[in-house]
Structure formats: C-alpha cells, structure tokens
C-alpha cells in the first residue's frame, strides 16, 4: 500500500517515498543490524561495545522508526485525500467531454450509445496518461505533439517518427532497382502496425485534426487531444450516403445511425424502418426464387446475394445423349467416356471426339494438305497420306538456334547434337559441349543479398539473385520478442503486440504497446477490493480497490467450536503475529543476538471445558466428558454381537455400530462389526471331498459345483463332471458317465479292434469281423467270420482247375528247362570248334578261310513260335484267376 501510494503520486509523493526508502535501506533486518555491530566492535578491537556506542545506536533507531512512521502517514493522507479528489475531477471532465462529443450520435440514435463502446475505448486512451504510444519510437504521445493517424487501424504515430519511416521504406524498397526502373514506379509504403499502403503522395508532411479539416489543431484541455471540436462528417463505412455525426474524434467512426425504411433481401416482407447500419434483414420466409437449373426453387430462407446451386439428384443425359446418370441437378451439362464414331462427310472415317454436342464436322483430312515440313502442298482425297516432299526438313530444333538437317519427316525433329562452344549461367567458364545439353558450372555466387548480410552462395548464378530467405531474428524495440520477418535491411516494424496494464484486481484495464508495460504506472480503479478474506469471516471492511495486503481483521471470532455448539469469544486469531526464536545461532560471542522474528499464523481456538454426558460407542455405559473432549469413546470391552454368520460374535473393542431395522435391537452386529471369516466347518455330502466355497453362513451349504477330472474305462480321455453329479448317481449312472462315448480302443487276440463303446472290464473275443481266406495256390478267395476261422470251424480247399493250372505250370517249367540245357550245349560246341580254327594256324597264300557253318536244331529254329504263344496263354489266365477271385 505504501509502495503503491507513494508511487501513484506526484513529486511530493516519490519523494516522500524516497525518504521512506533510504530510512528502510538502513535497516535490512534485525540479524543484519546486530552483525554490522559485531563488526564495527571487532574493527575498533574493543572486547564489547561501549555506552556511548549503545547510546548512539539506540537513538539512531529511534530517530529511523519515527521517519518511516510519518512516511507511512504521509503516504496515506496523500494517497486517500488529495490523490482522489483531483483524480475524481479529472475523470469528471473527462466524461463531460465525451458526453459532449457524442451528443449529436445519441439524439439521433434514441439515447442509444452501445455503438459507441470502441469510439469510446479510442478516446479513453486519448486522455489516459501513457495509453497512447507511438509504436516507432515507443514513447509516450502528449496533447502538444503533432502526430498522424493511420486510414486503416486509427493507430496514432509521431509525425517525425512517420516521415523518417515513410522515407526509410521507400529507399530500402527502391535500392536494389536498377537505373533504368528507377522513378517509373510509385512505390508504396506501409503503416507499421496494419501494413495498410500508402502512395509516395500521401508521405504526411502537416499536422491535422483527425477529421482532416483544421491543419495544427490548437491545444483545448476542454477537447479531445488533438480534435479540432468541429463535427467529424467523415464517410462511415461501407459507404452509404451518410457523414459521421460525432465531434472530430479519434479511432473508427461508429456504425450509422440513421433510420431508413427498407424490405428484406426476398422483397416479400412489408418495408420496415431500421438503422441505416443495419438495414439489411431477412424475413426468414422461404425465398423461393428459381434456380439456375431452372426445375426447382430455392427452399432456403430469405437471403442475400444469389441463390446456391440446386442441391438435389436428378437423372441426366450426357452430351451425346448415349448414357444416362444421376448427377446434382446444378451440373446438367456432362461428357461421358465414349468416342462419337459418326461417320464423318467424306464417308471414309469417323469422328474421334469424346461425347460432344451438334454436328461433327468437316474430316480433318479433307483440303489442302502441307507435308510434314511445309513447304508443299497436296490436294489429296482423304484416303491418302500426304507423301513427303523430299526436301530438307530445315525446321528450327529446340535450341533454337540450329536447324534439323534431315529429309522432310513425319514425327518430332531430333535434338541437337551439333558441337558448340557453351557459355555457364554466371558467364565464368566455357566448354564444347553438345548444344542440346545445358552448362551449369559449380561457381557459387559471392554477391551480397538485399539484405546486405548474407551471400548468395547459389551454383552458377547469372546475377539475379533471390531475396534473402532466412529469419531476421533482430530484438525488436519492446525487447520482449524477436522480429519473425525475413532478413531485410533497415529497422524492423514495430512489435505488434499489445501488453495489458490491470490495477490489482484487474478491473480496469489499459492496452499498451509491448515494451510500454515497464514505464506505465497501472489505472486507477474505483472498484472495491475484492479480495478473499484470509481469515474465517466471510468479508471485509469496504475499501477500495489496491496494492499491497489488506489490513488485519480486527472482529470477534465467533468461531463454532469443533467439538461443542458455543463460540469463540476471543478476536480473529486466524493472523496472528507469533515472535520466533532460535532461528539463528551466533557465529561467536562478538556477535549479538537478534532481534525475534514475528510471523503470521493461525492459532487455535481455546477449549470448552463444559461437562457433557456421553455414552460409549457400543452403547455399554454412559459418562461425563469435558466438553473440548466430548465424543466418541471406547470402553474396551467386548462388542459381543451376533455377526451375519449367526455362527459367532463380534470379537472387536468397543467400537461405533451404525443402527439399522435389522439391529436395532442393540444384539445384532452393524457393517462396522468384525465380519466373520472362518470358513465353513459344516459337513458335507458323502463322497464329496471338497469344502464350502462359502465362508461362513447361515443356512445350509450349497451344492457342489466343482468339476471333478478323472479318465474314461478305456483310460485315454479325461472327463470333467460336477461332483454333485457324481455323488448322487448309482452304480449304472457312473458308469454311463464315466464312459466318454467313443469306440473301444483295444485290440482282441484275433488283432482286430474291440467294436463295443468305451466300457469297463474285460472286452467280448465274439469277433465279428469278415477277414479274406484264400486256397493254397492262392487262386480262390472267400470272405468268413473271424471268430468261426479261428474256431478251425471253415476252411478253403482247391479245386479242379487250380489243378490244372498247376500242372501247365510244372510242365511249362520243364520245357524251359530243356531249352536252357540244349543251348548251352550248342554254345559250348561252337566255341570248341572256333578254338579248333585258331590252332590250325594262317596259310602263306594268306586264302580265305572256310566259314563253318553250324546247322541250327530244330527247338533254335522253332524256339520263339512255341514258347512266346505259351506264356501270353498264361498270364491270361493269370488275370482272369486273379479278377474272378476279386
């Protein structure tokens, strides 16, 4: 509060505030004073400080608690008095000025002023002691400067501040033109807050009003600062035939005020009168206007401007009329995929459009045709391709600087391989290269961008190098944020952010450029204080709105004591001041001990010592407590009530029961009772081996639902059954379930499987399966019960045939065997006599020899007609034995 008062004053009241200061300065603590004793006593080597030294110590604390007490005074007598009452009739002025100024606006606008709320925030920061900054320079704004408004934010700028910004823009957006654009061009420059362009012209050079109609405006305290008093009459916008009606003011001119009777935008209402601000309406009504698609009419509600397209689905045809689909009804017009294919006029081609409308067309072969290179012509029916004409092509290729020097051809010229010499983009280095391909050397630019701070750095840069893209990154003037624009040259534009300067409770509120919140002393408020009360009472004494803590609560306690219904009469005790010792210990015995340190805190209230019967929390007796002690107790017996179980008793101590309809009684256990959790002791059926779930209960135990797992007869499955199941079921209805339902898996002494379902005991040999049993020679096969086969009861014998067959067989053996016998004889002969041969030796003549001839036997000679018929013979009967037997 002091702070605050002393600040918000004029020159009496900071130098008030100084003095106050330079006496609190000298005192930064208790602890503090006493070690600056220590110290000076240990300089002057004394063993403790003399009389007069103490003397002269008490005196100078005296003297420094007297000037901060008539500061403080001073302050308060400064700050509630003559602070107020000269604030009070400024503000008073103040208001009559705007009342004034908006007089003309509220008899034509019926006393209604809630129009004017951003006129009237303009003009407030007119006369608010440092609201109205010049965002160039960042200095406050006074009645006696000349200054320049802005067309398009009403922000207001130093008229010198302007001009050199005006001029700076121009130079820094003409320096990188060249001598010849130079002056052809009327650059713009922009505001520094809205970037709203100006012309070169409209560079402000004399001070005028905000309406524009007196130049250098003279200072009025009984204006607007800066107004020329005269009636605004500016155009409001948008345009609508009327002049603004306030006295010459800053910031936009309000909405029209005016009352013009017009109909809604449908023009089927009844003409209405409105204010000419607001005298566009809607009726609400259907508006019902055809729409372009010219089938339906528009169903929303009266509206302006042109109606939507038509938002339904209709079924539509294309262009050629061949599909049909559903589109919105607001694109009739549609082509589908398909080619046309009509026959075109020379009655020898078709047409190649996709889905058009009319007619097709003359063929685009017919007439005069040029040859591919165009330097002949041909009158040619369609039918015929055009020849070439033989000449040279001789059309310019892509470099354009060559020509291609083929014949005349159809299709694209080729690209030019011609050799020349190539000059880089930068104009540094030369190559022969192909002329089609181009060269890029790997120069990196050095010039300086625009911004005058950084290289181009690009390969091969013919000298138009672009503008700097990197961030500016430059503080701003607010010294709060950085400037997020690209590297540029010059000054940067201004912080646009506004900063809000709030009184303590931050009712009332300043807008100020960011940088501007440091020197802005904070609004005066009229508002009282709003805040909380720290102590239990439920407000505070009225008083304004401010800075620093509010004073201490002074009013009765009147607390409801915790544990009883009486009050505390003692005073709010929620902030007391309690002294604090032995937070420091000295460093020596030179060093004084300090002063103690009070500190605020909440102390309890006394206790009621009223004697109060009370019973104990079972409800076993009944005695006297004070009344601070009064409440529940235990008389550390035994609960003893009958638990839920209705098998046992509450084992706890004394305790609280919450009384219910069912123990009301006093006998039956409440939910705060021990709950009983033993488990269930009763027995259970016979042949169950498991316990109750349940713990324990009243009543009987429920049946037993656990699954118990045990293996089929056959012991290959494991069946999982409900042990009630299984302990109420008789001898057959166990062994049922105990059965899994599949077929026996064991084999009988015969070797095949058991056909009986999973059963106990030992399986039945009655086998009844039909096995194949065939004749010695394998020929007959018959099919017969397995049990009466094992029994030797059946047999197969063979029969005349598999006789016979046996003995074409033995004989067909033996004959081969003769066969064998007689050609190895025959080998054997003929190998003696060409060894006989080779003894005799070669003749001198060297003659031909005499080949001896061996005479074949009559079984070599018919060997193959005899046996090859007798074996085809047996293997046919082999397959017809073997298919009549299957």
Not at 698 to 723: D, F, N, V, W
Request: aromatic share 6%; proline share 8%.
């Amino acid at each position: 509060m002091e702070a605050a008062g002393a600040w918000r004053q004029g020159g009496r009241g900071r130098g008030s505030n100084r003095a106050a200061s330079a006496g609190m300065g000298s005192r930064p603590g208790g602890r503090g004073r006493a070690r600056g004793t220590g110290v000076a006593v240990w300089n002057s080597g004394g063993s403790g400080p003399g009389a007069s030294e103490l003397a002269s110590q008490k005196k100078f604390d005296e003297i420094k608690k007297a000037n901060q007490a008539a500061a403080k005074k001073f302050v308060e007598e400064q700050f509630s008095s003559s602070s107020e009452e000269d604030e009070e009739e400024i503000e008073g002025k103040h208001g009559r000025i705007l009342d004034k100024t908006f007089t003309t606006y509220t008899v034509q606008a019926g006393g209604d002023a809630s129009e004017l709320e951003r006129t009237r925030q303009y003009m407030n920061d007119a006369f608010q002691s440092g609201a109205m900054t010049c965002l160039i320079c960042i200095a406050s704004i006074k009645r006696n400067q000349a200054v320049w408004s802005c067309y398009g934010c009403f922000c207001i700028f130093h008229m010198p501040c302007i001009q050199k910004w005006a001029k700076d823009s121009l130079f820094l957006i003409s320096s990188p033109l060249t001598d010849d654009d130079f002056g052809k061009k009327d650059h713009p420059w922009p505001c520094p807050k809205c970037r709203f362009e100006y012309k070169r012209s409209q560079t402000p050079s004399r001070y005028y009003c905000y309406c524009g109609k007196v130049e250098d405006p003279p200072l009025d305290p009984w204006l607007v600062p800066h107004s020329c008093g005269q009636v605004c009459e500016r155009d409001f916008k948008p345009p609508c035939g009327h002049k603004c009606l306030l006295l010459c003011h800053p910031g936009p001119c309000p909405p029209c005020p005016k009352m013009v009777t017009v109909t809604c935008y449908c023009k089927k209402a009844k003409a209405v009168p409105r204010r000419c601000s607001t005298k566009e309406w809607s009726c609400q009504l259907p508006c019902g206007r055809r729409l372009p698609c010219g089938q339906h009419n528009c169903e929303k509600a009266c509206h302006p401007g042109d109606c939507q397209p038509c938002p339904r689905i209709s079924k539509q045809r294309c262009v050629c009329g061949r599909q049909v689909a559903e589109r919105l009804c607001a694109s009739p017009l549609w082509q589908c995929d398909q080619v046309c294919g009509k026959t075109l006029p020379c009655s020898y081609h078709v047409c190649e459009e996709i889905c058009h409308g009319g007619p097709c067309g003359e063929c685009p072969r017919s007439g005069k045709r040029s040859c591919p290179c165009g330097k002949s012509k041909f009158s040619l029916p369609c039918t015929e391709d055009v020849p070439t004409c033989g000449d040279s092509c001789n059309k310019v290729l892509e470099c354009g600087i060559h020509r291609c020097s083929q014949r005349c051809h159809r299709g694209p010229c080729e690209i030019c391989r011609q050799e020349v010499e190539k000059q880089c983009r930068c104009g540094k280095h030369t190559r022969q290269m192909p002329c089609h391909k181009p060269y890029l050397c790997e120069t990196k630019c050095a010039k300086i961008r625009d911004c005058q701070k950084h290289q181009c750095k690009r390969k091969c840069c013919p000298g138009n190098c672009p503008a700097c893209d990197q961030v500016c990154g430059r503080t701003l003037g607010c010294r709060n944020h950085k400037c997020p624009s690209v590297c540029h040259r010059g000054s940067c534009y201004p912080c646009p952010e506004t900063v809000d300067v709030k009184c303590n409770c931050g009712k009332t509120v300043i807008k100020v450029p960011c940088g501007r919140e440091r020197t802005t002393k904070p609004p005066r408020c009229k508002e009282l204080c709003r805040h909380p009360p720290t102590c239990h009472h439920p407000s505070r004494e009225k008083h304004s709105c401010h800075f620093g803590p509010c004073p201490l609560c002074r009013q009765p306690c009147r607390k409801t004591l915790e544990k009883c219904s009486h009050l505390c009469p003692a005073l709010c005790h929620d902030e007391a001041l309690v002294k604090q010792t032995g937070l420091h210990q000295p460093a020596g015995p030179w060093e004084q001990t300090a002063e103690p340190a009070f500190i605020q805190t909440a102390l309890p209230c006394p206790p009621c010592l009223v004697p109060v019967p009370m019973q104990c929390l079972g409800k076993h007796e009944m005695s006297p407590l004070p009344c601070h002690a009064v409440g529940p107790y235990s008389c550390k017996r035994v609960c003893g009530r009958l638990l839920d179980c209705q098998n046992h008793t509450c084992m706890k101590e004394c305790h609280k029961v919450t009384e219910t309809d069912s123990n009301n009684d006093g006998q039956k256990a409440g939910p705060e009772c021990f709950q009983c959790e033993e488990e269930c002791s009763k027995p259970r059926p016979p042949g169950c081996p498991h316990s109750c779930p349940l713990p324990c209960h009243p009543g009987e135990c429920p049946s037993c639902a656990q699954m118990i797992r045990m293996k089929c007869h056959c012991k290959l499955s494991s069946l999982y059954i409900e042990c009630i199941k299984i302990t109420s079921a008789d001898l057959k209805e166990k062994e049922e379930l105990s059965s899994c339902k599949n077929q026996c898996p064991k084999e009988l002494s015969c070797g095949h499987r058991c056909k009986e379902i999973c059963h106990p005991g030992d399986c039945p040999q009655n086998c009844n399966q039909k096995v194949k049993v065939r004749c010695p020679c394998k020929r007959l096969k018959k099919e017969m019960l397995c049990s009466k086969l094992r029994e030797g009861q059946v047999s197969l014998e063979c029969d005349a045939v598999c006789q016979e067959v046996k003995q074409k067989a033995f004989e067909l053996k033996e004959a081969e065997t003769r066969a064998a016998i007689e050609e190895e004889k025959r080998r054997q002969q003929a190998e003696l006599e060409a060894y006989e041969n080779r003894l005799k030796g070669r003749r001198k003549n060297k003659r031909k020899r005499d080949e001896v001839e061996v005479e074949k036997s009559v079984w070599q000679k018919y060997k193959n007609m005899i046996v090859l018929p007798i074996f085809g013979a047996a293997v046919v009967m082999v397959a017809w034995f073997i298919a009549y037997n299957d």
